[in-house]
Nanobody, 120 residues
């Protein structure tokens, strides 16, 4: 089993920055791809960014050029650097991990989420 714990959320003004962290523990060796998802009130959960075990990344169009995903395998931690934040980025952000690098395989493990609120 894998446990994922997010941190770094909070309240920020539009144009500001935040860095989210996701610490993984447990059966770390089973983790391949990891990703950040978000869910705004009244909306479906959506993929924000994803990173494979070898560092390949992909982003939602809405965050390209503003967000950057990374992972430090030595620390079993994944990050999401969010710059130029907009009010529409307000959501609960979830860390997720998969036992596969293939994008068509879903995530197997989920954190409980951290709230990001961007004020205008």
């Amino acid at each position: 089993q894998v446990q994922l714990v997010e941190s770094g959320g909070g309240l920020v003004q539009a144009g500001g920055s935040l860095r989210l962290s996701c610490a993984a523990s447990g059966n770390i060796l089973s983790i391949k791809a990891m990703g950040w998802y978000r869910q705004a009130p009244g909306k479906q959960r959506e993929l924000v960014a994803r990173i494979t075990s070898v560092g390949n990344t992909n982003y939602a169009d809405s965050v390209k050029g503003r967000f950057s995903i990374s992972r430090d395998n030595a620390k079993d931690t994944m990050y999401l650097q969010m710059n130029s934040l907009k009010p529409e980025d307000t959501a609960a952000y979830y860390c997720a991990a998969s036992r596969s690098d293939y994008i068509y395989v879903g995530m197997h493990y989920w954190g409980k989420g951290t709230l990001v609120t961007v004020s205008s």
